[in-house]
């Protein structure tokens, strides 16, 4: 059976409403499916809605930046009661963080020449301000996209360039995620319940043993396996890990977008069998 448990929305920084995602998994064969926005849960409902229509049973998801200590990675929450009023004061918190953050980031590309109205862009964002989203909004000016081109010395600046170049350069300044302290996100799960994973830890670089010992021990339930963010050297050796933890395994396509009927994002939408992952029906 065909699961997909991490997918992005237009209520985050994906390219299709949550019923439109949901068209398209549904032509894909999926039959569980998990909607994982960053920080906010605002589009469940329609994705449920969706689901219903479509015969796919929907898993209630987010996708939250979290740290301990000094590291800083990402965890999808999986299951857990998603109308509790604690939930949505930690999603408040860390979406008027993030949009603090980018206003800063916005404010600082104005007094570098850029023709942007910083107020009118984050006023389109009422959950997570999404930066793929933002950097088009930028790009959508044409005088934007010249000044881009020549800053970059690039006619054809990729979305991944002009990221590093205007908000992850030390020079003009980086923008951060709004990190929620992982113990603050461990309290509350024993409030509201479900299943804290460990998502794409090879893309963070976080398959190291002492790591997740420590993790397992604070109570993580376990570690996303099945990712396209994941060599197949990496999955071999996340599995071995995962077994020797008693991890709960899962799989995600992390789909954000496609265009002009071409899918351009998840190794061509990435298909995830539940007979690869341990202990998935903890989740499903």
């Known amino acids: 059976m065909l699961i997909d448990l991490q997918l992005h929305s237009t209520y985050s920084d994906g ?5 439109k995602l949901v068209e398209f ?36 998801g987010v996708e939250f930046y979290v740290k301990l200590r000094n590291k800083k990675f990402n965890i999808l929450w999986y299951n857990f009661d998603d109308e509790r009023p604690e939930l949505h004061d930690i999603l408040r918190d860390s979406q008027a ?14 007094n570098l020449g850029f023709k942007i109205n ?5 006023d389109k964002y009422n959950h997570y301000v999404p930066l793929n989203h933002v950097v088009d909004d930028i790009l959508s000016i044409p005088f934007n ?13 990729q979305e991944n360039e002009i990221i590093n170049h ?28 479900g299943q804290l ?5 090879a893309k963070n670089r976080y398959i190291k043993e002492d790591t997740w010992r420590e993790l397992k021990k604070l109570g993580i339930d376990g570690v996303e396996v099945l990712s396209p963010h994941h060599s197949f050297n990496a999955i071999m050796y ?13 799989g995600g396509s992390d789909f954000h977008r496609f265009d002009n009927d071409l899918i351009n994002n998840s190794w061509q939408y990435f298909k995830i069998d539940i007979k690869y992952l341990k202990n998935i029906n903890k989740i499903i």
Not at 118 to 122: A, S, V
Not at 146 to 157: E, F, G, H, R, V
Not at 181 to 191: A, G, V
Not at 197 to 201: K, T, Y
């Open 15 to 19: 390219y299709l409403t949550p019923t």
């Open 166 to 193: 205007y908000f992850k350069n030390l020079k003009i300044g980086v923008l951060y995620e709004s990190y929620i302290n992982l113990d603050r996100i461990l309290k509350l799960r024993k409030k509201i319940g």
């Open 197 to 201: 994973i460990l998502n794409h830890p």
């Open 118 to 122: 910083t107020e009118k862009i984050l």
């Open 238 to 250: 996340i599995q071995y890990l995962a077994k020797n933890f008693e991890f709960v395994t899962t």
């Open 25 to 60: 998994i549904a032509k894909q064969g999926v039959k569980v499916a998990a909607l994982t926005d960053h920080n906010t849960v605002g589009g469940l409902y329609e994705f449920r809605q969706a689901c219903k229509e479509f015969k796919i049973k929907s898993i209630t």
């Open 97 to 110: 963080r993030r949009k603090n953050k980018m206003r800063r980031s916005l404010l600082r590309l104005e």
């Open 145 to 157: 996209k010249a000044k881009i081109k020549k800053d970059l010395k690039n006619k054809t600046p």
